[in-house]
């Protein structure tokens, strides 16, 4: 059974950096194609990119393109998101996501494995 877990979250000024992690046990992960969704306060969950089980192919919202960067180490089972330049508009709780049915970042449905969340929060 596969599971993820996020860290790396926290607060932060507006302009600073944060790296989360997901961590996944079980199954095949290099064949998985993993996604990093948030939940701002009071809105529902939306996308925030995703990465090809590769590696080699990502695909960012508009919003966090620039600053934010999906990568992996399928070696390690762990899929990263390096947020850059953090906005207030950032706060969220942050999830990771694996796609079991898909290897590539192209998918946006699929999405079947989440890790419990971690918490960002960018102060003004």
């Known amino acids: 059974q596969v599971q993820l877990v996020e860290s790396g979250g926290g607060l932060v000024q507006t302009g600073g950096s944060l790296r989360l992690s997901c961590a996944a046990s079980?199954?095949?992960?290099?064949?998985?194609?993993m996604g990093w969704f948030r939940q701002p306060p009071g809105k529902d969950r939306e996308s925030v990119g995703r990465?090809?089980?590769?590696?080699?192919?990502?695909y960012y919202v508009d919003s966090v393109k620039g600053r934010f960067t999906i990568s992996r180490d399928n070696a390690k089972n762990t899929v990263y998101l390096q947020m850059n330049n953090l906005k207030p508009e950032d706060t969220a709780v942050y999830y990771c996501?694996?796609?079991?049915?898909?290897?590539?970042?192209?998918?946006?449905?699929?999405?079947?494995?989440w890790g419990q969340g971690t918490q960002v929060t960018v102060s003004s």
């Open positions: 990465i090809s089980g590769s590696g080699t192919s990502t």
């Open positions: 996501a694996a796609n079991r049915y898909s290897s590539s970042d192209h998918s946006r449905i699929g999405y079947d494995i």
């Open positions: 079980g199954g095949t992960f290099s064949t998985y194609a």
